[in-house]
Each structure stands twice: as C-alpha cells, then as structure tokens.
C-alpha cells in the first residue's frame, strides 16, 4: 500500500518493536499534540524517542489486548509519559500473568495495572480525535479495537489481519467468538476504513470483506 498513513486529521507513526515485530502506533491530533500509544510491546526507547522528538502529551497508552507482545513496554512508557493505562478488565488476568511470556520463558519486566477499565461504546478523547472503543474478543477474553470515524481507521490489533485472523489457539482464544467479533464490530465499518492490525501491513475493511479467504469460507 503506497498511500500514507498520516493525514489532516491524525498524525500517525507505526512502530515495528519486539522479537514478534509488533506494531506499535501513535496516533496524534495535528493541533493539539495529544497522542496515544497503542500496543506499546517492546522496545521503550524507541516509543518514547519518537514522542520526544515530535514533542507529544501522550493522553493515553492503551492495550488492544494483554498478550506479553503488546504490553512489554508498558512499565517504561507509562512512566517516562504520566499517561494512564488502559485496558479491557476481562484481560486483566492475563496482564498479570505477564501476556503469557512465561509460556514461553521470555524475561520481560511485570506491566503496571491499567488505571482505567475500557468498555464497549466508550469515546476516548484525544485533542481532535474520538477513538471508539469496540469489544472484539476471541483471540483473548478482553481484546478491544479502537476506531476513529473522521479518520477512518480502526486498530484491531490481533483480530483482523490482511487476509488473514487472529489465532485462537492460545488460552482465552476462541474461533467462533473471533469470527463474531469480525463479522459484528468490525464488518459493520465502512469498506474505506483502514485496518491497522497488530503486525503485518494495513489493509482496509472492504479489501477483507471481499479477498479475506477466512472471510469467504466461514
């Protein structure tokens, strides 16, 4: 895709962090410079070198989800910005549990506990930007995805990929849940919504709706 992420509206920066190249993004407001990072999960340094640079208020660090990917900056970056961290509560448990590295024997410091509850329907206001909050479970209990109407964009993190899903074989994953989350939160967008998924490329709404193969054979 050659068009460019930013645009009038928002400003955008993707980051691509950590041993399982997550994306992580910041989206800003052009007039006010308040920001959010989305999924901050590896490499602090990094986040914060680029929220210096453009002399940002980080607003919000928000968890699509609480996978240890997603979240292994966490302590660092809310503590570098004075941000408030945000995250679904049914994923708590999973956020204490570190996202899981211990699974897999990855060392990675403990994420600080959110300090405030996302729900379903809730409207995070960041300068300009509205970011609203859809309830997308299946690959973990309390994945949400935040959309911005004026923007026309919407980071799903492991939910929605291009032409492909997020996997439910890990605890708490669930195919049919995700499939609902997709076909009930995330289908319902306009087809020019751009995807901004949790690794990989951007996509767009109406590209998956028609070239997804999981999407043509559910």
């Known amino acids: 895709?050659?068009?460019?992420?930013s645009s009038a509206r928002m400003h955008l920066r993707i980051l691509t962090v950590g041993p399982l190249?997550?994306?992580?993004?910041?989206?800003a407001c052009p007039e006010t410079r308040e920001a959010v990072i989305i999924d901050p999960g590896w490499d602090p340094d990094q986040i914060l070198?680029?929220?210096r640079a453009l002399e940002l208020k980080v607003r919000y660090v928000i968890n699509t989800h609480a996978h240890w990917d997603h979240i292994g900056a966490n302590g660092a970056v809310v503590s570098a910005t004075g941000a408030p961290?945000?995250?679904?509560?049914?994923?708590?448990?999973l956020l204490q549990a570190k996202g899981g590295a211990d699974w897999w024997a990855i060392p990675m410091p403990p994420s600080p506990l959110p300090d405030l509850e996302l729900q379903d329907g809730d409207v995070l206001e960041v300068g300009t930007l509205r970011f609203h909050v859809l309830f997308t479970p299946g690959h973990?209990?309390?994945h949400i995805s935040l959309?911005?109407?004026?923007?026309?964009?919407?980071f799903d993190g492991d939910v929605l990929f291009a032409r492909g899903i997020g996997r439910t074989d890990l605890p708490g994953g669930d195919y049919e849940t995700l499939m609902r989350?997709?076909?009930e939160k995330l289908l319902r967008l306009p087809d020019a919504t751009r995807v901004y998924p949790g690794h990989?490329?951007?996509?767009?709404?109406?590209?998956e709706r028609v070239a997804n193969p999981f999407l043509m054979r559910d």
């Open 200 to 207: 990989g490329s951007w996509t767009t709404i109406g590209e």
């Open 140 to 142: 973990t209990p309390g």
């Open 181 to 183: 989350s997709i076909r």
């Open 49 to 51: 070198a680029v929220v």
């Open 1 to 5: 895709m050659s068009r460019p992420p």
């Open 147 to 154: 959309y911005e109407p004026e923007a026309g964009v919407v």
């Open 21 to 27: 190249a997550t994306n992580c993004y910041i989206a």
């Open 85 to 93: 961290l945000a995250l679904h509560p049914a994923d708590l448990p």
